[in-house]
């Protein structure tokens, strides 16, 4: 990033927006989220108090994953990361294990099953704790 300086020009500017400010893999958001105030505090209030699995739901189109994302973003920072998990291609649900440990680079262990490489593996590691899992 580079600033181009000269006296004729203006030289103040608001800092950057952005969400990466921690570790994630989330879609870019190219609005910002209007009118979803007291649903942003409610599921930040929920993950403040420990729980670990909230579950959005409603009518098809009405802002659940655009909510979840804009959640997972604002906890980013303070949680050491958050990935998004699209299950969109999972057309069957044995294939979960695979689309979380490619996503979260967990590698497969001889022996072991993918369910409880991956369940031990996010349960272990606090970067890859917090994941957003979506089902279009």
Same mark, same amino acid.
């Given at each position: 990033?580079?600033? #181009?300086?000269?006296?004729? &020009?203006?030289?103040? *500017?608001?800092? +950057? ?10 879609? #870019? ?10 649903? +942003?505090?409610? %599921?930040?209030? &929920? ?6 699995? %909230?579950? #959005? ?6 802002? $659940?994953?655009? @909510? ?16 998004? %998990?699209? +299950? ?6 044995? &294939? ?7 996503? @979260?680079? %967990? $590698? ?5 099953? #993918? ?12 970067? $890859?704790?917090?994941?957003? *899992?979506?089902?279009?």
């Amino acid at each position: 990033m580079y600033q #181009l300086a000269h006296s004729g &020009l203006v030289s103040e *500017f608001p800092p +950057l927006r952005s969400s990466n400010a921690g570790l994630n893999n989330l879609p #870019l958001q190219r609005t910002r989220l209007v009118g979803q105030g007291t649903e +942003l505090a409610s %599921i930040t209030r &929920l993950f403040d108090a420990g729980n670990r699995v %909230i579950t #959005l739901t409603g009518a098809g189109g009405c802002g $659940k994953t655009r @909510l979840a994302l804009h959640v997972a973003a604002d906890l980013s920072p303070d949680w050491g990361g958050v990935w998004w %998990i699209d +299950l969109a291609t999972c057309a069957d649900a044995s &294939l979960l294990p695979n689309a979380a440990a490619a996503t @979260l680079a %967990i $590698k497969e262990v001889p022996g072991e099953r #993918l369910p409880d490489t991956v369940a031990r593996d996010v349960r272990h590691d606090s970067v $890859k704790a917090t994941s957003v *899992f979506d089902h279009t």
